[in-house]
């Protein structure tokens, strides 16, 4: 059976050929990873080779061929990591000496299978592969230590420039907070706004490369926080500077500041492996991980009765039946669940006390009879596990259903801003209550959702929810306190704002989150793409200023983010409308899910993420997002033809204001423009212009199905929506997933030109 020393997860520090990598070197990145791949596929077809005393010229050719193709790669490889040794001084000795064995070791391999012209290469006196496979094997192996070490190097290189833009960031803030003049302020923010957009670009693309799905969980939610923070800087800051003596205002500014620095820190933790003091993380166990484990530790008694106690498995149920406990005390859990709950962790109780019994007897006696029992024992305690996993599923989902959408219509928000304009401090302070009541019911829906998130990386939105609300409830206090002492301020009423959309933001990304919760329990979750992020020499190095041709200012950055998050949200609405349709494969829906996954990837780059990198593959996709809302309108003409005679003007109507949007936003993308101020124009246009193709996408939908309804067309169009779904509640793929159904994104060049550049060939 062939071997080879690379494994799903990374290169193996070990195979049966006696090849491997450096232990030591800790493959972190998809980038890294992906890059050894091609390398250790031909070493592995080299070390694997069959060893037949009879040899023809062809297998001669191809076992010359790939060691000279290993080389030749290697030979590149090295090349590239010299130019970024002579880039980075600080690690020019350790590269280089890396790069030199990488090249020895590649010139070793290259001469053991020189071995093509050679008629009789074990009588020869030439020392081949044939002959010395032990050398092979140790110039492989050596290969694979230096290559590895030459890419952990490049990506300690990645690092060093987040922590250095991450270190610029936090000086112009300490220099933010200490101003006193808006002039001054002013030019200072303008600078940390540039800052942010360089830190945004860099953490983007460490988070998309990362292996750990956890970590990257954990950097979504502090890039989250740091991208609405950014507004509240701005706003909360502007707000001290015009009312310097008032505490309320004072105590909101230093809140963001507080908030933006965790946030800061988060990020070095996790891209440089670290916690504060050498601290262990320890994560909270959720009743979803509790059960798995149980099950799991169960069901292995099918194989080996003895591997654990009886104690352990006694202890594990009594720590899921005690975060049962945090929906059984929770007051927002219905009777109904309350008492479902409290029944099925009696019936566990009585499951394991009859498994262990059974269990006890098969170690003494394995008798057919017993080990019958025990099977049976075994199906009843992970069915009644199952039950209460599904039970405390439901409680938890529909609790958060009920809460979101008994909250979206943001009553209390909009009573704290009339009342903060009046002036009126007691209404003000009333309904800063109702306000804390909110917060502390949205608090417990996090936490009961973590419960039963059913992975990590949603474990961890769920805890970043929590905290948004629990920091974000007093800062809108403190807000509407600053604007009822100062009613005709327009700049406390703005910053009001800001952090009241920031809330309705989170309320908004709930909802996407508890699809996604839902999806992980119905299994129905994709796979992400990933974006590469090894540095590159000299125009491919990983700056800002290769990736982008243009740099945006402050202020465009903040109307692109806006425009960005109400594209968002009409992606939201236009899949919630695709999810009603039975027929997933009609034409109409079709088109519809892909022009929305481009508005996605569209709006992934106003947040700095995905693979679109630079404002022309902005305009690339835009063009390929108004070709496919042609080949909508089409769609919609030939289904014209279905409909009753008098719909049909009303849908060709709307067709026709499909093609004029589409066409408007080609022109628009291709226009050819020269200078930053006129691409920021254009990016503007193109992705205003794709928001409104989209809002009418979202009308178009909803009367395609009505009109289908009423014809009785197909084979029954519409699934039943579920009843929170009525109220608009906004539903759509979790934020933190970086790009949905990626297929249709009309990339695929993007994809080549990253493919390109990774270090190493496959031939």
């Known amino acids: 059976m062939a071997t080879s020393p690379c494994s799903s997860s990374g290169v193996s520090s070990s195979s049966s050929s006696g090849l491997g990598a450096d232990a030591g070197l800790e493959i972190r990145t998809r980038s890294v990873e992906q890059t050894l791949v091609p390398l250790v596929s031909q070493i592995t077809t080299l070390i694997n080779h069959k060893d037949k005393p009879k040899r023809s010229d062809k297998t001669l050719q191809a076992i010359q ?61 030439h020392i081949t592969i044939f002959t010395d496979k032990t050398g092979v094997v140790k110039a492989a192996r050596l290969l694979l230590s230096s290559v590895t070490k030459v890419l952990v190097l490049a990506d300690r290189i990645v690092i060093k420039q987040i922590i250095t833009s991450r270190n610029k960031v936090l000086a112009t803030m300490e220099q933010l907070e200490k101003v006193s003049s808006f002039q001054e302020f002013v030019q200072i923010f303008s600078q940390f706004g540039n800052e942010m957009v360089e830190f945004a670009h860099l953490t983007g693309d460490r988070q998309n490369d990362l292996k750990d799905e956890k970590k990257k969980a954990r950097m979504a939610a502090s890039r989250a926080v740091l991208e609405k923070c950014t507004m509240m ?45 050498g601290e262990n993380e320890m994560a909270p166990i959720s009743i979803y991980s509790g059960i798995k484990e149980f099950k799991n530790k169960v069901e292995g008694l099918r194989e080996n009765l003895y591997f654990l106690s009886k104690e352990n498995l006694s202890t594990m149920l009594e720590v899921i039946l005690e975060h049962t406990e945090d929906f059984t005390d929770s007051a927002y859990t219905s009777h109904e669940h309350r008492e479902h709950i409290l029944e099925l962790s009696k019936q566990a109780k009585m499951e394991l006390e009859q498994l262990v019994s059974v269990w006890m007897q098969a170690q003494n006696q394995k008798t057919k009879d017993l080990m019958e029992d025990l099977e049976v024992a075994i199906l009843k305690t992970c069915q009644c596990m199952n039950e209460l996993k599904r039970e405390v599923h439901s409680a938890a989902t529909s609790l958060a259903a009920d809460l979101l959408k008994y909250h979206m219509d943001h009553m209390v928000l909009k009573a704290l801003k009339i009342t903060g304009v009046e002036g009126n401090l007691e209404a003000v302070a009333e309904y800063t209550c109702k306000l804390s009541e909110q917060k502390e019911q949205l608090v417990e ?165 995905g693979l679109l990198k630079t404002t022309q593959d902005l305009f690339h996709q835009a063009e390929i997002f108004a070709t496919e809302g042609t080949k909508l309108a089409s769609a919609l003409h030939a289904f014209s033809d279905q409909v009753h005679v008098d719909d049909k003007p009303l849908l060709l109507l709307e067709a026709e204001k499909l093609i004029s949007m589409c066409k408007q936003l080609q022109i628009t993308a291709k226009a050819s423009v020269q200078g930053k101020s006129a691409t920021f124009t254009k990016v503007d246009a193109c992705i205003l212009k794709t928001r409104n193709v989209m809002t009418l996408l979202c009308q178009l939908l909803p009367l395609c199905c009505k009109l289908l309804r009423k014809n009785k067309a197909g084979n029954g169009c519409l699934k039943p929506a579920p009843p929170w779904k009525e109220n608009r509640i906004r539903i759509g793929t979790n934020a933190h997933t970086p790009e949905r159904r990626a297929e249709t994104f009309g990339i695929k060049s993007l994809e080549n030109h990253v493919t390109s550049m990774t270090f190493l060939e496959s031939k």
């Open 65 to 125: 061929r790939v060691g000279q193709a290993v080389n030749l790669a290697v030979g590149r490889f090295v090349t590239v990591g010299e130019a970024i040794a002579n880039e980075n001084h600080e690690l020019k000795e350790e590269m280089s000496i890396a790069c030199i064995e990488a090249r020895r070791a590649g010139e070793t391999i290259a001469q053991l299978t020189d071995v093509a012209s050679l008629d009789h290469p074990e009588s020869d006196s």
């Open 233 to 277: 800087l701005l706003t909360a800051s502007k707000t001290c500077l015009r009312h310097p003596d008032c505490e309320s205002a004072r105590i909101n500014k230093d809140g963001v500041f507080h908030r933006m620095r965790l946030a800061l820190e988060q990020v070095i933790e996790i891209v440089t492996d670290s916690r504060p003091n």
């Open 445 to 609: 829906m996090c936490r009961l959702l973590r419960h039963v998130s059913g992975t990590e990386p949603l474990e961890i939105t769920c805890i970043h929810a929590e905290d948004t609300f629990q920091v974000t409830g007093p800062q809108i206090i403190s807000a509407a306190e600053t604007l009822a002492l100062h009613p005709s301020s327009k700049i406390a009423k703005e910053n009001l704002e800001v952090f009241c959309e920031a809330w309705e933001s989170q309320l908004s990304d709930m909802s996407m989150l508890l699809r996604e919760i839902n999806d992980v329990f119905e299994g129905r979750r994709g796979e992400k793409r990933v974006y590469l992020s090894l540095p590159r020499p000299g125009k491919h190095n990983a700056n800002l200023k290769a990736l982008k041709p243009v740099k945006l200012d402050t202020e465009e950055q903040a109307k692109i983010a806006k425009l960005g998050l109400e594209l968002h949200l009409l992606t939201s609405d236009v899949d919630s409308e695709t999810e009603k349709w039975e027929n997933q494969e009609n034409d109409i829906v079709q088109h519809g899910q892909g022009m929305s996954s481009m508005a996605y990837s569209m709006y992934l780059f106003t947040r700095g993420e």
